[in-house]
């Protein structure tokens, strides 16, 4: 019974890091109907932008502050200066604008970090935590800790200040935002910009349990991709709660389903893309689809 | 264009693609093949995603499928290599039509979500069936000799094979999408609902495309396995499947002659790449990308036509 | 007095094809003009133009500055506020959202956006019953007070409607040009009306202007169109 806690809390940390890379991916494709492939990309060059300050000698909460500052201007400029040439074109074009994104950054961060895995640290203290008799690591609560804190963040945000009601009319009704004065583009921005915050906590969370290299970040997105799916890529709480799901199903099958060891796990991120599709392709949350004729 | 002015083109390009093997070292008439199975690839994939408008990111399935028959027919029964061809295209004519069925519910994102798991999984489903696909390690085959005594080298003959089936098979395409067929499967892609008031059966045509765009994309999975001489699972991985959609984008969507185009892009690029960078031969191929998509949205074959098609309104505006 | 909106040899087109062929019309300070015509006539076209949603050649001033090729979001801060052609309505945001949204530009403390909240309310009571509603669960003919009321958080100097009574019970479209003539005469917004119902237009109008396929055909004072005979038998149906 135990080990059944144990795995649902890592099951929580690990689905909040998969939730928070799908926020992403739907904060930005519910303004453009684009999924950024690159998400997963940039997460991972931002953290390594926290190991490049934290190896200078920053203490780990400048640095980490002080990555999502740099993140938020990262994903900005490349909205408004790679992005922005593609805006209205098909959705095809800048689906491989993004692929290209992706392979740019991939690349760039092989050479410049090369490809050794590097350790990564982790905030929290290394000896684990007691709740009653059972025993769960430190990361993990605290990874959990950290996102609820983005994720309350982001919510308040959006609910409560006019940028947030600003950036919401913007993604849904583009016209009728320029109507109010609302400078659309720039709105787009912004979200690329905090996109690419979500993202990096997620890396830096992450990159102390799986270390630290430039294809850390392709296995996640396919899971944030099954989380977004479950979720609905119309609902971003959806896309949240779907990661948490989806962590816990994986470790829960990783652990009481004998044949499918480490190599398999993929299989299950993939087997919930195909069933929810199949049965809902909205997602648990998202809203289908309705078209006026 | 003018159709004087297209017969002329093709005319010109088909000259040069029979004299190609004859002018260039072996490796590259090699190379040229590998373009020539590409375009009939995505030709197939075009056909699926631009003129019916079903975006697919899983069609290296289909390849994989064509090339593994091939490999198996091949290895196990002796069988001659232009059978297992047709075979492999009847296979996943009909593995497609089937795929189809249920991809008839989803919508953009969704398919292209579900073919995108199918393409993750390819390589394992392979490696787990190693009775059949011999595994990790693949299938060895060994190239062709010339039929017929062709004073030719293998190399030089599997070109012109190749290219055989690729115009029987653009020919085929293009008749295909000229005709009611065609303008049906346009419909649908740019209104599905009016489409279907004019009493065209989406589902029906929808599902038949998938088939065909299997069919095609499999012949030339079987062709490239004939060609390299050698399958493994994880050559088709989920990159390839991207490589095919971004060969189809920047070759032009809706475009016959944009699968050649968007071949030799994806062939030739990458090496490109390597040449300017060997540190970092991803992040130049990133570059050309986005910057192909900058400067012809619409792909190679859109710009063309832009161009063409604003020469036209000069003509006509002169002539007013 | 020079007038607060002016085209002149406006053209415009959507990609290649023409649309509007050199027209040209003005709106005097604290009027209210209006554009009449048939379908396809391009007199949404020419809201469009002035709001810079479409493209367009030849000259537009408001209040004598020139306008023609400034973004549609630049516009807005002259203070044009436009009700838009099917209303426009933030269909997943609440009704006090769309409002809020209306007034994005003025920044301003709480306190002064608040004010306006309630003088809105004011106008279209079924708003304020229906503040916390999301748009689109408002009738269409709540939705077109919507836009308008969103226009005037605005605090405009020049109100854009569009077709206002399209698709709207008579009831419904009397009440919101009721509204529309009270905030005309009360806090002197000037008004360009763009209508194909051309009794309801005339009777609100002072000034008038009527298209045929991108072109003005005829302009006066609405009275005279009123009477006049091809007018009548065209447009109003006697």
């Known amino acids: 019974m135990e080990i059944f806690f144990q795995q649902v ?31 997963g990309e940039m997460a991972m060059f931002s953290t390594y932008l926290a190991w490049t300050l934290m190896n200078a000698g920053v203490p780990y909460w400048w640095a980490f502050f002080g990555t999502l500052v740099l993140s938020f201007v990262g994903g900005l400029v490349i909205e408004r200066i790679v992005i922005r040439p593609v805006e209205n074109k098909p959705i095809l074009t800048i689906v491989i604008v993004c692929i290209g994104l992706l392979v740019i950054l991939n690349s760039v961060a092989g050479w410049i970090y090369s490809y050794i895995q590097k350790p990564f640290p982790s905030p929290f203290p290394p000896k684990p935590i007691m709740l009653g008799t059972v025993v769960f690591g430190a990361h993990d609560l605290g990874a959990i800790g950290v996102t609820l804190v983005v994720l309350a963040f982001l919510y308040a945000f959006f609910r409560f200040t006019t940028l947030g009601l600003a950036m919401r009319a913007a993604a849904q009704n583009p016209t009728s935002s320029r109507l109010c004065g609302i400078r659309v583009g720039w709105m787009l921005a912004i979200g ?31 899971y944030a991709f099954a989380s977004a799916t479950l979720g609905g890529f119309t609902s971003p709480g959806g896309a949240v709660l779907g990661g948490l799901i989806v962590g816990v199903i994986e470790n829960l099958v990783g652990t009481y389903v004998s044949f499918i060891g480490t190599e398999l796990k993929l299989t299950v991120a993939l087997a919930v893309i195909l069933i929810v599709l199949v049965f809902k392709p909205s997602g648990l949350f998202g809203r289908a689809a309705v078209h006026r004729v | 264009m003018s159709p004087r002015v297209r017969y002329v083109v093709l005319v010109a390009v088909l000259a040069i693609a029979l004299a190609l093997p004859f002018l260039v070292s072996n490796f590259r008439v090699f190379q040229f093949t590998q373009v020539a199975v590409y375009a009939i690839a995505l030709l197939g994939l075009n056909m699926l995603t631009g003129y019916n408008g079903q975006i697919s990111l899983g069609h290296g399935a289909f390849y994989a499928l064509g090339a593994y028959t091939t490999a198996i027919m091949i290895d196990r029964w002796d069988v001659p290599y232009p059978l297992t061809i ?4 009847v296979l996943c004519l009909i593995a497609g039509f089937l795929f189809g069925i249920p991809a008839l519910r989803l919508e953009g994102l969704y398919l292209a979500l579900a073919t995108f798991a199918l393409a993750l999984a390819i390589p394992q489903i392979l490696k787990y069936f190693e009775h059949w696909t011999g595994g990790s390690q693949g299938i060895v085959l060994s190239k062709p000799n010339p039929p017929w005594g062709l004073p030719l080298s293998p190399d030089q003959w599997l070109y012109f094979f190749t290219l055989a089936v690729l115009l029987v098979l653009f020919v085929l395409a293009r008749n295909l999408l000229a005709g009611r067929t065609g303008r049906a499967i ?12 004019m009493g065209v059966n989406t589902a029906l045509y929808k599902s038949l495309t998938f088939g065909v765009s299997a ?7 079987a062709l490239s396995a004939i060609v390299i001489a050698f399958v493994a699972p994880d050559a088709f991985n989920v990159f390839l499947s991207i490589t095919f959609l971004t060969g189809v984008v920047i070759g032009g969507l809706a475009s016959i002659s944009g699968a050649i185009f968007g071949a030799l892009f994806i062939q030739f690029v990458p090496n490109w790449a390597q040449e300017i960078s060997k540190a970092a031969p991803w992040a130049i191929y990133g570059i050309f990308l986005i910057g192909f998509m900058y400067a012809m949205p619409f792909g190679i074959a859109g710009a063309i036509r832009r161009v063409a098609a604003r020469a036209a309104l000069r003509g006509t505006a002169a002539r007013a | 007095m020079a007038a607060l909106l002016e085209a002149r040899g406006l053209h415009a087109q959507y990609g290649w094809t023409k649309v509007l062929h050199g027209i040209n019309f003005a709106v005097e300070e604290g009027g209210i003009t209006t554009i009449l015509g048939a379908n396809g006539a391009g007199k949404t076209t020419t809201l469009r133009a002035v709001c810079g949603m479409v493209k367009t050649t030849g000259e537009i001033r408001f209040a004598g500055q020139p306008i023609s090729g400034r973004p549609t979001e630049s516009l807005v801060r002259l203070g044009i506020g436009h009700a838009p052609e099917g209303r426009g309505t933030f269909v997943n945001l609440t009704v006090e959202e769309n409002l809020r949204l209306g007034a994005y530009v003025r920044g301003g403390g709480g306190g002064t956006v608040a004010q306006d909240l309630e003088r809105v309310y004011g106008y279209f009571p079924v708003l304020a019953q229906r503040r916390k509603q999301t748009g689109g669960t408002l009738s269409g003919g709540e939705q077109q007070m919507l836009a308008v009321a969103r226009a005037l958080m605005l605090r405009p100097r020049l109100l854009l409607l569009d077709e206002p009574s399209l698709g709207l019970a008579p009831l419904v479209v009397r009440e919101i040009f009721r509204i529309v003539r009270t905030i005309n005469r009360e806090e002197r917004v000037s008004v360009l009306l763009v209508e194909q119902n051309a009794a309801l237009a005339l009777g609100l109008a002072d000034h008038a202007y009527l298209m045929e396929t991108g072109r003005v055909v005829m302009s006066g004072p609405a009275a005279e169109l009123r009477q006049n005979e091809a007018i009548r038998r065209a447009y109003l149906g006697y």
């Open chain 2, 215 to 221: 069919a095609y994309t499999g012949v030339a999975g």
């Open chain 2, 186 to 197: 346009v419909a649908i892609r740019d209104n599905p609902i009016a489409a279907q008031a």
């Open chain 1, 9 to 39: 809390v890592s099951g929580l940390a690990t689905g909040g890091i998969y939730g928070s890379v799908a926020l992403a991916l739907v904060m930005i494709y519910q303004a453009t109907d684009v999924v950024n492939y690159a998400q």
């Open chain 1, 192 to 222: 690329w910009g905090l996109a690419a915050m979500v993202g990096a906590v997620a890396g830096m969370m992450v990159a102390p349990i799986v270390f630290l290299d430039p294809n850390m970040m392709a296995g996640i997105l396919i």
């Open chain 2, 86 to 89: 047709v075979t492999a295209g």
